[in-house]
Structure formats: structure tokens, C-alpha cells
């Protein structure tokens, strides 16, 4: 499993989405604080994992690790 960061415009490094064997999971911040997956997504390598979620977040870092 391969955690895709984005880095804020004020600096903060935040876990938005996780890659695993070929499937993106985005996580989403629901109303009470928790963090939720929505369904995964097909995304046979990182790096495609990598370009959707910098559609999500298309003015900051993307960071794989």
C-alpha cells in the first residue's frame, strides 16, 4: 500500500488517497472529523493513481511515497 500526499499551499502535509495492486482509495472528510474511502478506483500504476489525484487537486503537490 502506497500513501499519495498533498502538500497545502500553507505547508501542511496531508494523506489524501491511498494505492494498492492496481486501486486508487480517496479519502474524504465526513461531517463528524472521520476520515471515509469512497469506493476505489481502477489505476494500474502509481503514477496514473498519482495524475488523478492531482485532478482533484490540481494547484498543490502531489506527493507519492
Same mark, same amino acid.
Given at each position: 500500500?502506497?500513501?499519495?500526499?498533498?502538500?497545502?499551499?500553507?505547508g501542511s502535509l496531508v494523506e489524501v488517497a491511498t494505492w494498492d495492486k492496481?486501486?486508487? #482509495?480517496?479519502?474524504k472528510r465526513g461531517k463528524d472529523g472521520n476520515f471515509s474511502e469512497l469506493p476505489?478506483?481502477? #489505476?494500474?500504476?502509481?503514477?496514473? #493513481?498519482v495524475q488523478m489525484v492531482g485532478q482533484i487537486y490540481?494547484?498543490?503537490?502531489i506527493i507519492a511515497s
Open positions: 500500500m502506497k500513501p499519495i500526499n498533498v502538500q497545502l499551499s500553507y492496481g486501486f486508487l #482509495a480517496i479519502q476505489r478506483k481502477p #489505476a494500474k500504476t502509481l503514477k496514473k #493513481a490540481p494547484h498543490e503537490i
